[in-house]
């Protein structure tokens, strides 16, 4: 039994190193020389505009896999991800609302990833503020003639002016929308190719952006941590890392059945100890329960194996 463990961990522990160093691998950016290309209708968009992408792919896999499309902020933001299937030439395309979290201007990145590949392309970005009207300066009224002064009246007690109403603002991550202050999934009719970011690994290995896995993970990303400070800083952080090689991973569950049940195994905990983040409302909640979660899975996925793979050595040496 601890045999089987200790090689278990160690198989683990060889796919999370190709995993990073998939990760980071520098991004091509000359379209003449990958099989992969991604363009843009134009060259400069504003606020409202449709960004049309579209490219081709020269050599398509054996299997059906999508491409994967993100764009990204001057400052280094994903602000949406969408995956899209190439057709039988290899052609694909989608289209992108100018504006939204697209809230400032400047040149913006368009990525793209198939399998292995990845090219990005650039275009400006700017916003279109309204432009303040001028209002007519007013004539000269004529000076009226004096009159006497009426008796003083007594002054009128200021009446209070009411209190602003502050509305609670939602941020909803891509793939979900504001219903009444709670961010709820967005329904599709194919809800494997909708667009929207989402956990490609987790849909991956549930069947389904719909199970309740996946739509749990979501809603703890847009209800806790987009709506505090610390949460968005966290998840700007892992996007960049996790969608890195997240499309591989999802290719691979796909093509392997077996592989898919051995990532939902490993999934299933980690899912479990996220539910406690659905109990985080304020900036300090999310703060201390994101630590506590993470340092809990560090200890069930790292030091957990770790400590039974030194007492396996401990007692194959004395038994020597």
């Known amino acids: 039994m601890l045999k089987m463990k200790l090689s278990g961990f160690l198989a683990f522990a060889l796919l999370s190193i190709s995993i990073l160093s998939f990760g980071l691998t520098d991004a091509v950016n000359a379209q003449s020389d990958l099989p992969l290309s991604v363009n843009t209708d134009s ?99 004529p000076e009226p003639e004096p009159t006497p002064e009426p008796e003083p009246t007594p002054e009128p007690e200021p009446t209070p002016e009411p209190e602003p109403v502050v ?41 389904s952006e719909l199970a309740p896995q996946v739509q749990m993970l979501r ?39 077996v592989f898919k049940e051995i990532v939902k195994a490993g999934l299933t905990p980690m899912i479990s100890t996220l539910s406690i983040m659905e109990s985080a409302e304020t900036e300090s909640e999310v703060l201390g329960l994101g630590l506590s979660v993470i340092a809990l899975n560090l200890g069930m996925y790292i030091a957990a194996p770790a400590l039974i793979a030194m007492k396996v050595n401990q007692q194959i040496r004395s038994r020597i």
Request: overall charge negative; proline content about 7%.
């Open 43 to 141: 060259s400069s968009y504003t606020t409202g505009n449709t960004i049309e992408i579209s490219g081709m792919i020269k050599i398509l896999a054996e299997y059906e896999q999508p491409v994967v499309l993100m764009i990204v902020s001057p400052d280094g933001n994903i602000v949406t991800v969408q995956q899209v299937m190439p057709d039988s030439d290899g052609f694909y395309s989608a289209t992108v609302k100018a504006g939204g979290t697209m809230n400032s201007g400047g040149e913006y990145e368009v990525r793209a990833q198939y399998g292995a590949q990845k090219i990005t392309n650039t275009f400006d970005f700017m916003t279109s503020d309204p432009k303040p009207t001028s209002e007519p300066e007013p004539e000269p009224t």
């Open 167 to 207: 509305e609670q603002v939602v941020n909803c991550g891509p793939g979900t929308e504001s219903v009444n202050g709670v961010c709820q999934v967005i329904q599709t009719e194919e809800p494997e190719e909708s667009e929207g970011g989402g956990c490609l690994i987790a849909t991956a290995a549930y069947g």
């Open 219 to 257: 809603e703890i990303r847009d209800n806790q941590l987009m709506n505090t400070e610390s949460g968005s800083a966290f998840m700007t952080t892992f996007n960049e890392l996790y969608y890195s090689f997240s499309p591989t991973i999802a290719d691979m569950e796909r093509e392997s059945p």
